[in-house]
């Protein structure tokens, strides 16, 4: 399950980011996931909150937003989404098979919710 080593990378990256701008506690992490990465959100959470445990983010949680594939057709310029969790080989509109991947492979925390005892601190990153 490559879950648990991505959510065991997206902690550490949180809790080093907090603890370097002199905070001590995480209370919410927001990441977008791309639906042609293959991460299965379920299994994510779950380690997410299993790793968690014991950490300057163990009540945290963990806001997913999933980012639909769409692409665009290099031949007719139509642009497309798809609900599959797959690329996009075929333009929907034309039939072309030269179409370019625009989004669904993201990876990326987005916004983090730290705090301190004197204090609570949001960042978009």
Known sequence: MHEASIANELLSLAIKECKNNGYNRIESIKINV????????DALLFAFNVLKEGSIADKA????E???VSGICKD???RFES????????CPNCGSFSTELVSGK???ITEM???DE??????DT
């Open 34 to 41: 791309g639906r042609a990465t293959g991460i299965m959100t």
């Open 61 to 64: 949680i963990l806001i997913i």
């Open 66 to 68: 999933e980012i639909p």
């Open 76 to 78: 007719c310029g139509n």
């Open 83 to 90: 609900n599959e969790n797959y690329l996009i080989f075929e």
């Open 106 to 108: 993201e990876l990326n």
């Open 113 to 115: 919710e730290v705090s």
């Open 118 to 123: 004197n204090q609570s601190y949001h960042k």
